[in-house]
């Protein structure tokens, strides 16, 4: 089974930067998609940036111009480096991966358990 391991999160004052990682765990065939998603106390869970596997990026509004996601190769990681960070960008930031394990696996997505992203005023 895979799993996504992620890490970087924590607590950090308006206008810091954290950066976000997430990798999983064992080796794998080939990676698809690669998306980060947050949810927020009492908020539906809200797509913030998506890597396909082309390399084409998409962003939430929100975090346009403040928020990169890239993806190490080497390393199958799909990180997102968060600057200028705003108290209403607290929540916890869940890692999403469509992949295939074996070559004769169907894509599907996989889920990280999450982190926690506190930004202070």
């Known amino acids: 089974q895979v799993q996504l391991v992620e890490s970087g999160g924590g607590l950090v004052q308006a206008g810091g930067s954290l950066r976000l990682s997430c990798a999983p765990s064992?080796?794998?065939?080939?990676?698809?998609?690669m998306v980060w998603y947050r949810q927020a106390p009492g908020q539906q869970r809200e797509l913030v940036a998506a890597?396909?596997?082309?390399?084409?990026?998409t962003y939430a509004d929100s975090v346009k111009g403040r928020f990169t996601i890239s993806r190490d190769n080497a390393k199958s990681t799909v990180n997102l480096q968060m600057n200028s960070l705003k108290p209403e960008d607290t929540a916890v930031y869940y890692c999403?991966?469509?992949?295939?394990?074996?070559?004769?696996?169907?894509?599907?997505?996989?889920w990280g358990q999450g982190t926690q992203v506190t930004v202070s005023s």
């Open positions: 890597l396909g596997s082309r390399g084409s990026t």
């Open positions: 064992g080796s794998i065939f080939t990676i698809d998609d």
């Open positions: 999403a991966i469509t992949l295939r394990r074996y070559s004769s696996d169907p894509l599907r997505p996989y």
